[in-house]
């Protein structure tokens, strides 16, 4: 055997060894956790009550669809905002990219109960113009999402050559709306889908801002129902939990992949694609 043979072998049950070892961590806990909410209780006479009132619990239903409906809101409101924002600087002024990079920053760096108190009298006359619904939260958690969004789009911009393939798309005749559309959003489109993730994640773990602001959020409900039926808090956050673990291994089968040996052409396919001229 070689050694080059040996090293590879050593190196993969390294890496099974690392997976096996975080997965305990990680599963250890998750089926406590279950065990947790199926025991038989006084309140829980059969193993699967508190799963059952996950759908049954009318005002647990509501927070969960409100926080659905919050994390889609937030990843709309946050690629709109963020990727023609990036992709212009990108593209026109790089010089900003510091600026607006310390922008998002801000939010992480300013604790959330300060971020409340500062933002509870903008609230205000938030929820006079567009109501008091849960949905007014979408503006904060745009702000809070910004830096983790940030970090995946801008590693994505910067593993393509955005301004030649701008220059290249612009020369045959493209608007800036088709280079934006129809040539960088295709070639960063795993760095779009993991910022979605982790704002989805942020969206629904957020208690602090939704407590204090009086919104109720699936968090504050488990927070509420954990008082009177803590099985069912846990079966909550489990499904929670499980619910986080979908959205990445959709994230994996969705995301592109490159495979070793193989050269890709998607930039010089996309641009020619816009004209409609054969790569």
Known sequence: MTTATTRRRNARLLRWGVLLIVGLVFAIPLYSMFRYSTRITPQNPSTWDSWRAIVQDSQLRGAILTSLKL??????GMLVLLVPTMIWIRIKVPWANRLVEFLCLLPLTIPAIVLVVGIAPIYAWVTYFFGDSPLVLTFVYIILVLLFAYRAIDAGLGAIDIVTLAE?????????LQV????VIPNIRGAIISAS????????????IASLLNFDTMQVVINLLGKRDAALAVAVSVAALLFAFVLLL??????PRRRAGVVEEPAVSTVSTVEGSPS
């Open 180 to 183: 934006l559309t129809r040539v």
């Open 168 to 176: 290249a798309a612009r020369s045959l005749g493209s608007s800036w």
């Open 197 to 208: 993730v982790v704002s989805v994640a942020l969206v629904l773990g957020e208690f602090t």
């Open 250 to 255: 959709v994230l994996a089968y969705v995301a």
């Open 71 to 76: 994390a889609a809101l937030t990843v709309l």
